[in-house]
C-alpha cells in the first residue's frame, strides 16, 4: 500500500513542473528571441530533408542514365555505331550530373569507347580525368584505368611512358592483377629493349600466375631473354 504524502510535501511542486514553470517564464519573458529559435529550428530540418532528398533524386537519375548506357555496352561490344552513340549518353549525363559517383565512372567507360573506335588522345584525357577523381578503390578499376592508359602509349609507340603508367598501376591495389602487371612492365621493358628487366618482371609474373596457357606463355618469354 502506498505511503500518504504530508501535508508539507504536497505543498512542494515537483521537480517537471518546477522545470516547465522556469520554461514558460523564460518563453513569456523571451518571445521574439524563443520563436527565433523555433523558426531556425524548422528551416534547418526542412532544408536538410530537402538536400537529401534532392541528392537522392541527383544520385538517382544519374545512375539511371549510366545504366542505361552500361548495359548498351554489354550488348553491342566491337560495335563502333554503338560506341558512338554511347560516348554521347556518358558525355550527357557527366555534363548534367557532374558530381555523381556515375559521373566519375563515366570518364572510365568513356576511355574505353574512345580506345575501342581508335581514337587514341581522347581515350587518355577520360583515363585521366577518372584516375584524378577516382577515391578509395577497393575493387581495382584505378589499376585498370592506369593500365589502359599504358596500353593508350604503347598503341601509339610511347613505350617508356607506357612503362611509366604500368609501374603506377603496379602501385595501385592491384590484388588479383599482379601478374598482368608484371608482363605489362616486362613487356614495356622488352620494347625499351631492357631485357634484364624484362627476364625479372616476366619472373615476377610466373610466380603470380595460375593460369595454365598463361604460365606457357610466360616460361617462352623467359627462355627466349635467356
Not at 160 to 167: D, F, H, I, R, T
Request: proline share 2%; glycine share 4%.
Amino acid at each position: 500500500m502506498a505511503a500518504k504524502l504530508s501535508k508539507k510535501e504536497l505543498k512542494q511542486p515537483d521537480a517537471f513542473q518546477s522545470t516547465m514553470e522556469l520554461i514558460m517564464n523564460y518563453i513569456a519573458e523571451n518571445k521574439t528571441r524563443f520563436y527565433a529559435i523555433v523558426t531556425a529550428v524548422i528551416l534547418s530540418v526542412v532544408i536538410t530533408f530537402g538536400i537529401y532528398m534532392y541528392w537522392s533524386y541527383y544520385q538517382s537519375s544519374a545512375l539511371d542514365m549510366y545504366a542505361k548506357a552500361r548495359n548498351d555496352m554489354a550488348r553491342n561490344i566491337g560495335n563502333p555505331d554503338a560506341a558512338k552513340i554511347n560516348i554521347k549518353i556518358f558525355r550527357e549525363l557527366i555534363a548534367k550530373y557532374p558530381h555523381s559517383w556515375s559521373a566519375r565512372i563515366s570518364h572510365y567507360h568513356l576511355g574505353n569507347l574512345y580506345y575501342s573506335i581508335g581514337e587514341l588522345n581522347d581515350a587518355i584525357t577520360e583515363y585521366k580525368k577518372f584516375v584524378s577523381s577516382s577515391r578509395a578503390d577497393k575493387v581495382g578499376i584505378k589499376f585498370l584505368a592506369l593500365t589502359s592508359l599504358g596500353y593508350c602509349h604503347e598503341a601509339k609507340k610511347d613505350y617508356q611512358v607506357a612503362l611509366e603508367y604500368y609501374k603506377k598501376a603496379q602501385k595501385s591495389d592491384s590484388v588479383g592483377f599482379e601478374s598482368i602487371g608484371f608482363r605489362n612492365i616486362a613487356r614495356a621493358y622488352e620494347a625499351l629493349n631492357d631485357k634484364k628487366n624484362a627476364l625479372e618482371n616476366y619472373k615476377n609474373a610466373l610466380q603470380k600466375t595460375t593460369d595454365p596457357s598463361i604460365t606457357v606463355f610466360i616460361k617462352r618469354k623467359i627462355s627466349f631473354l635467356n
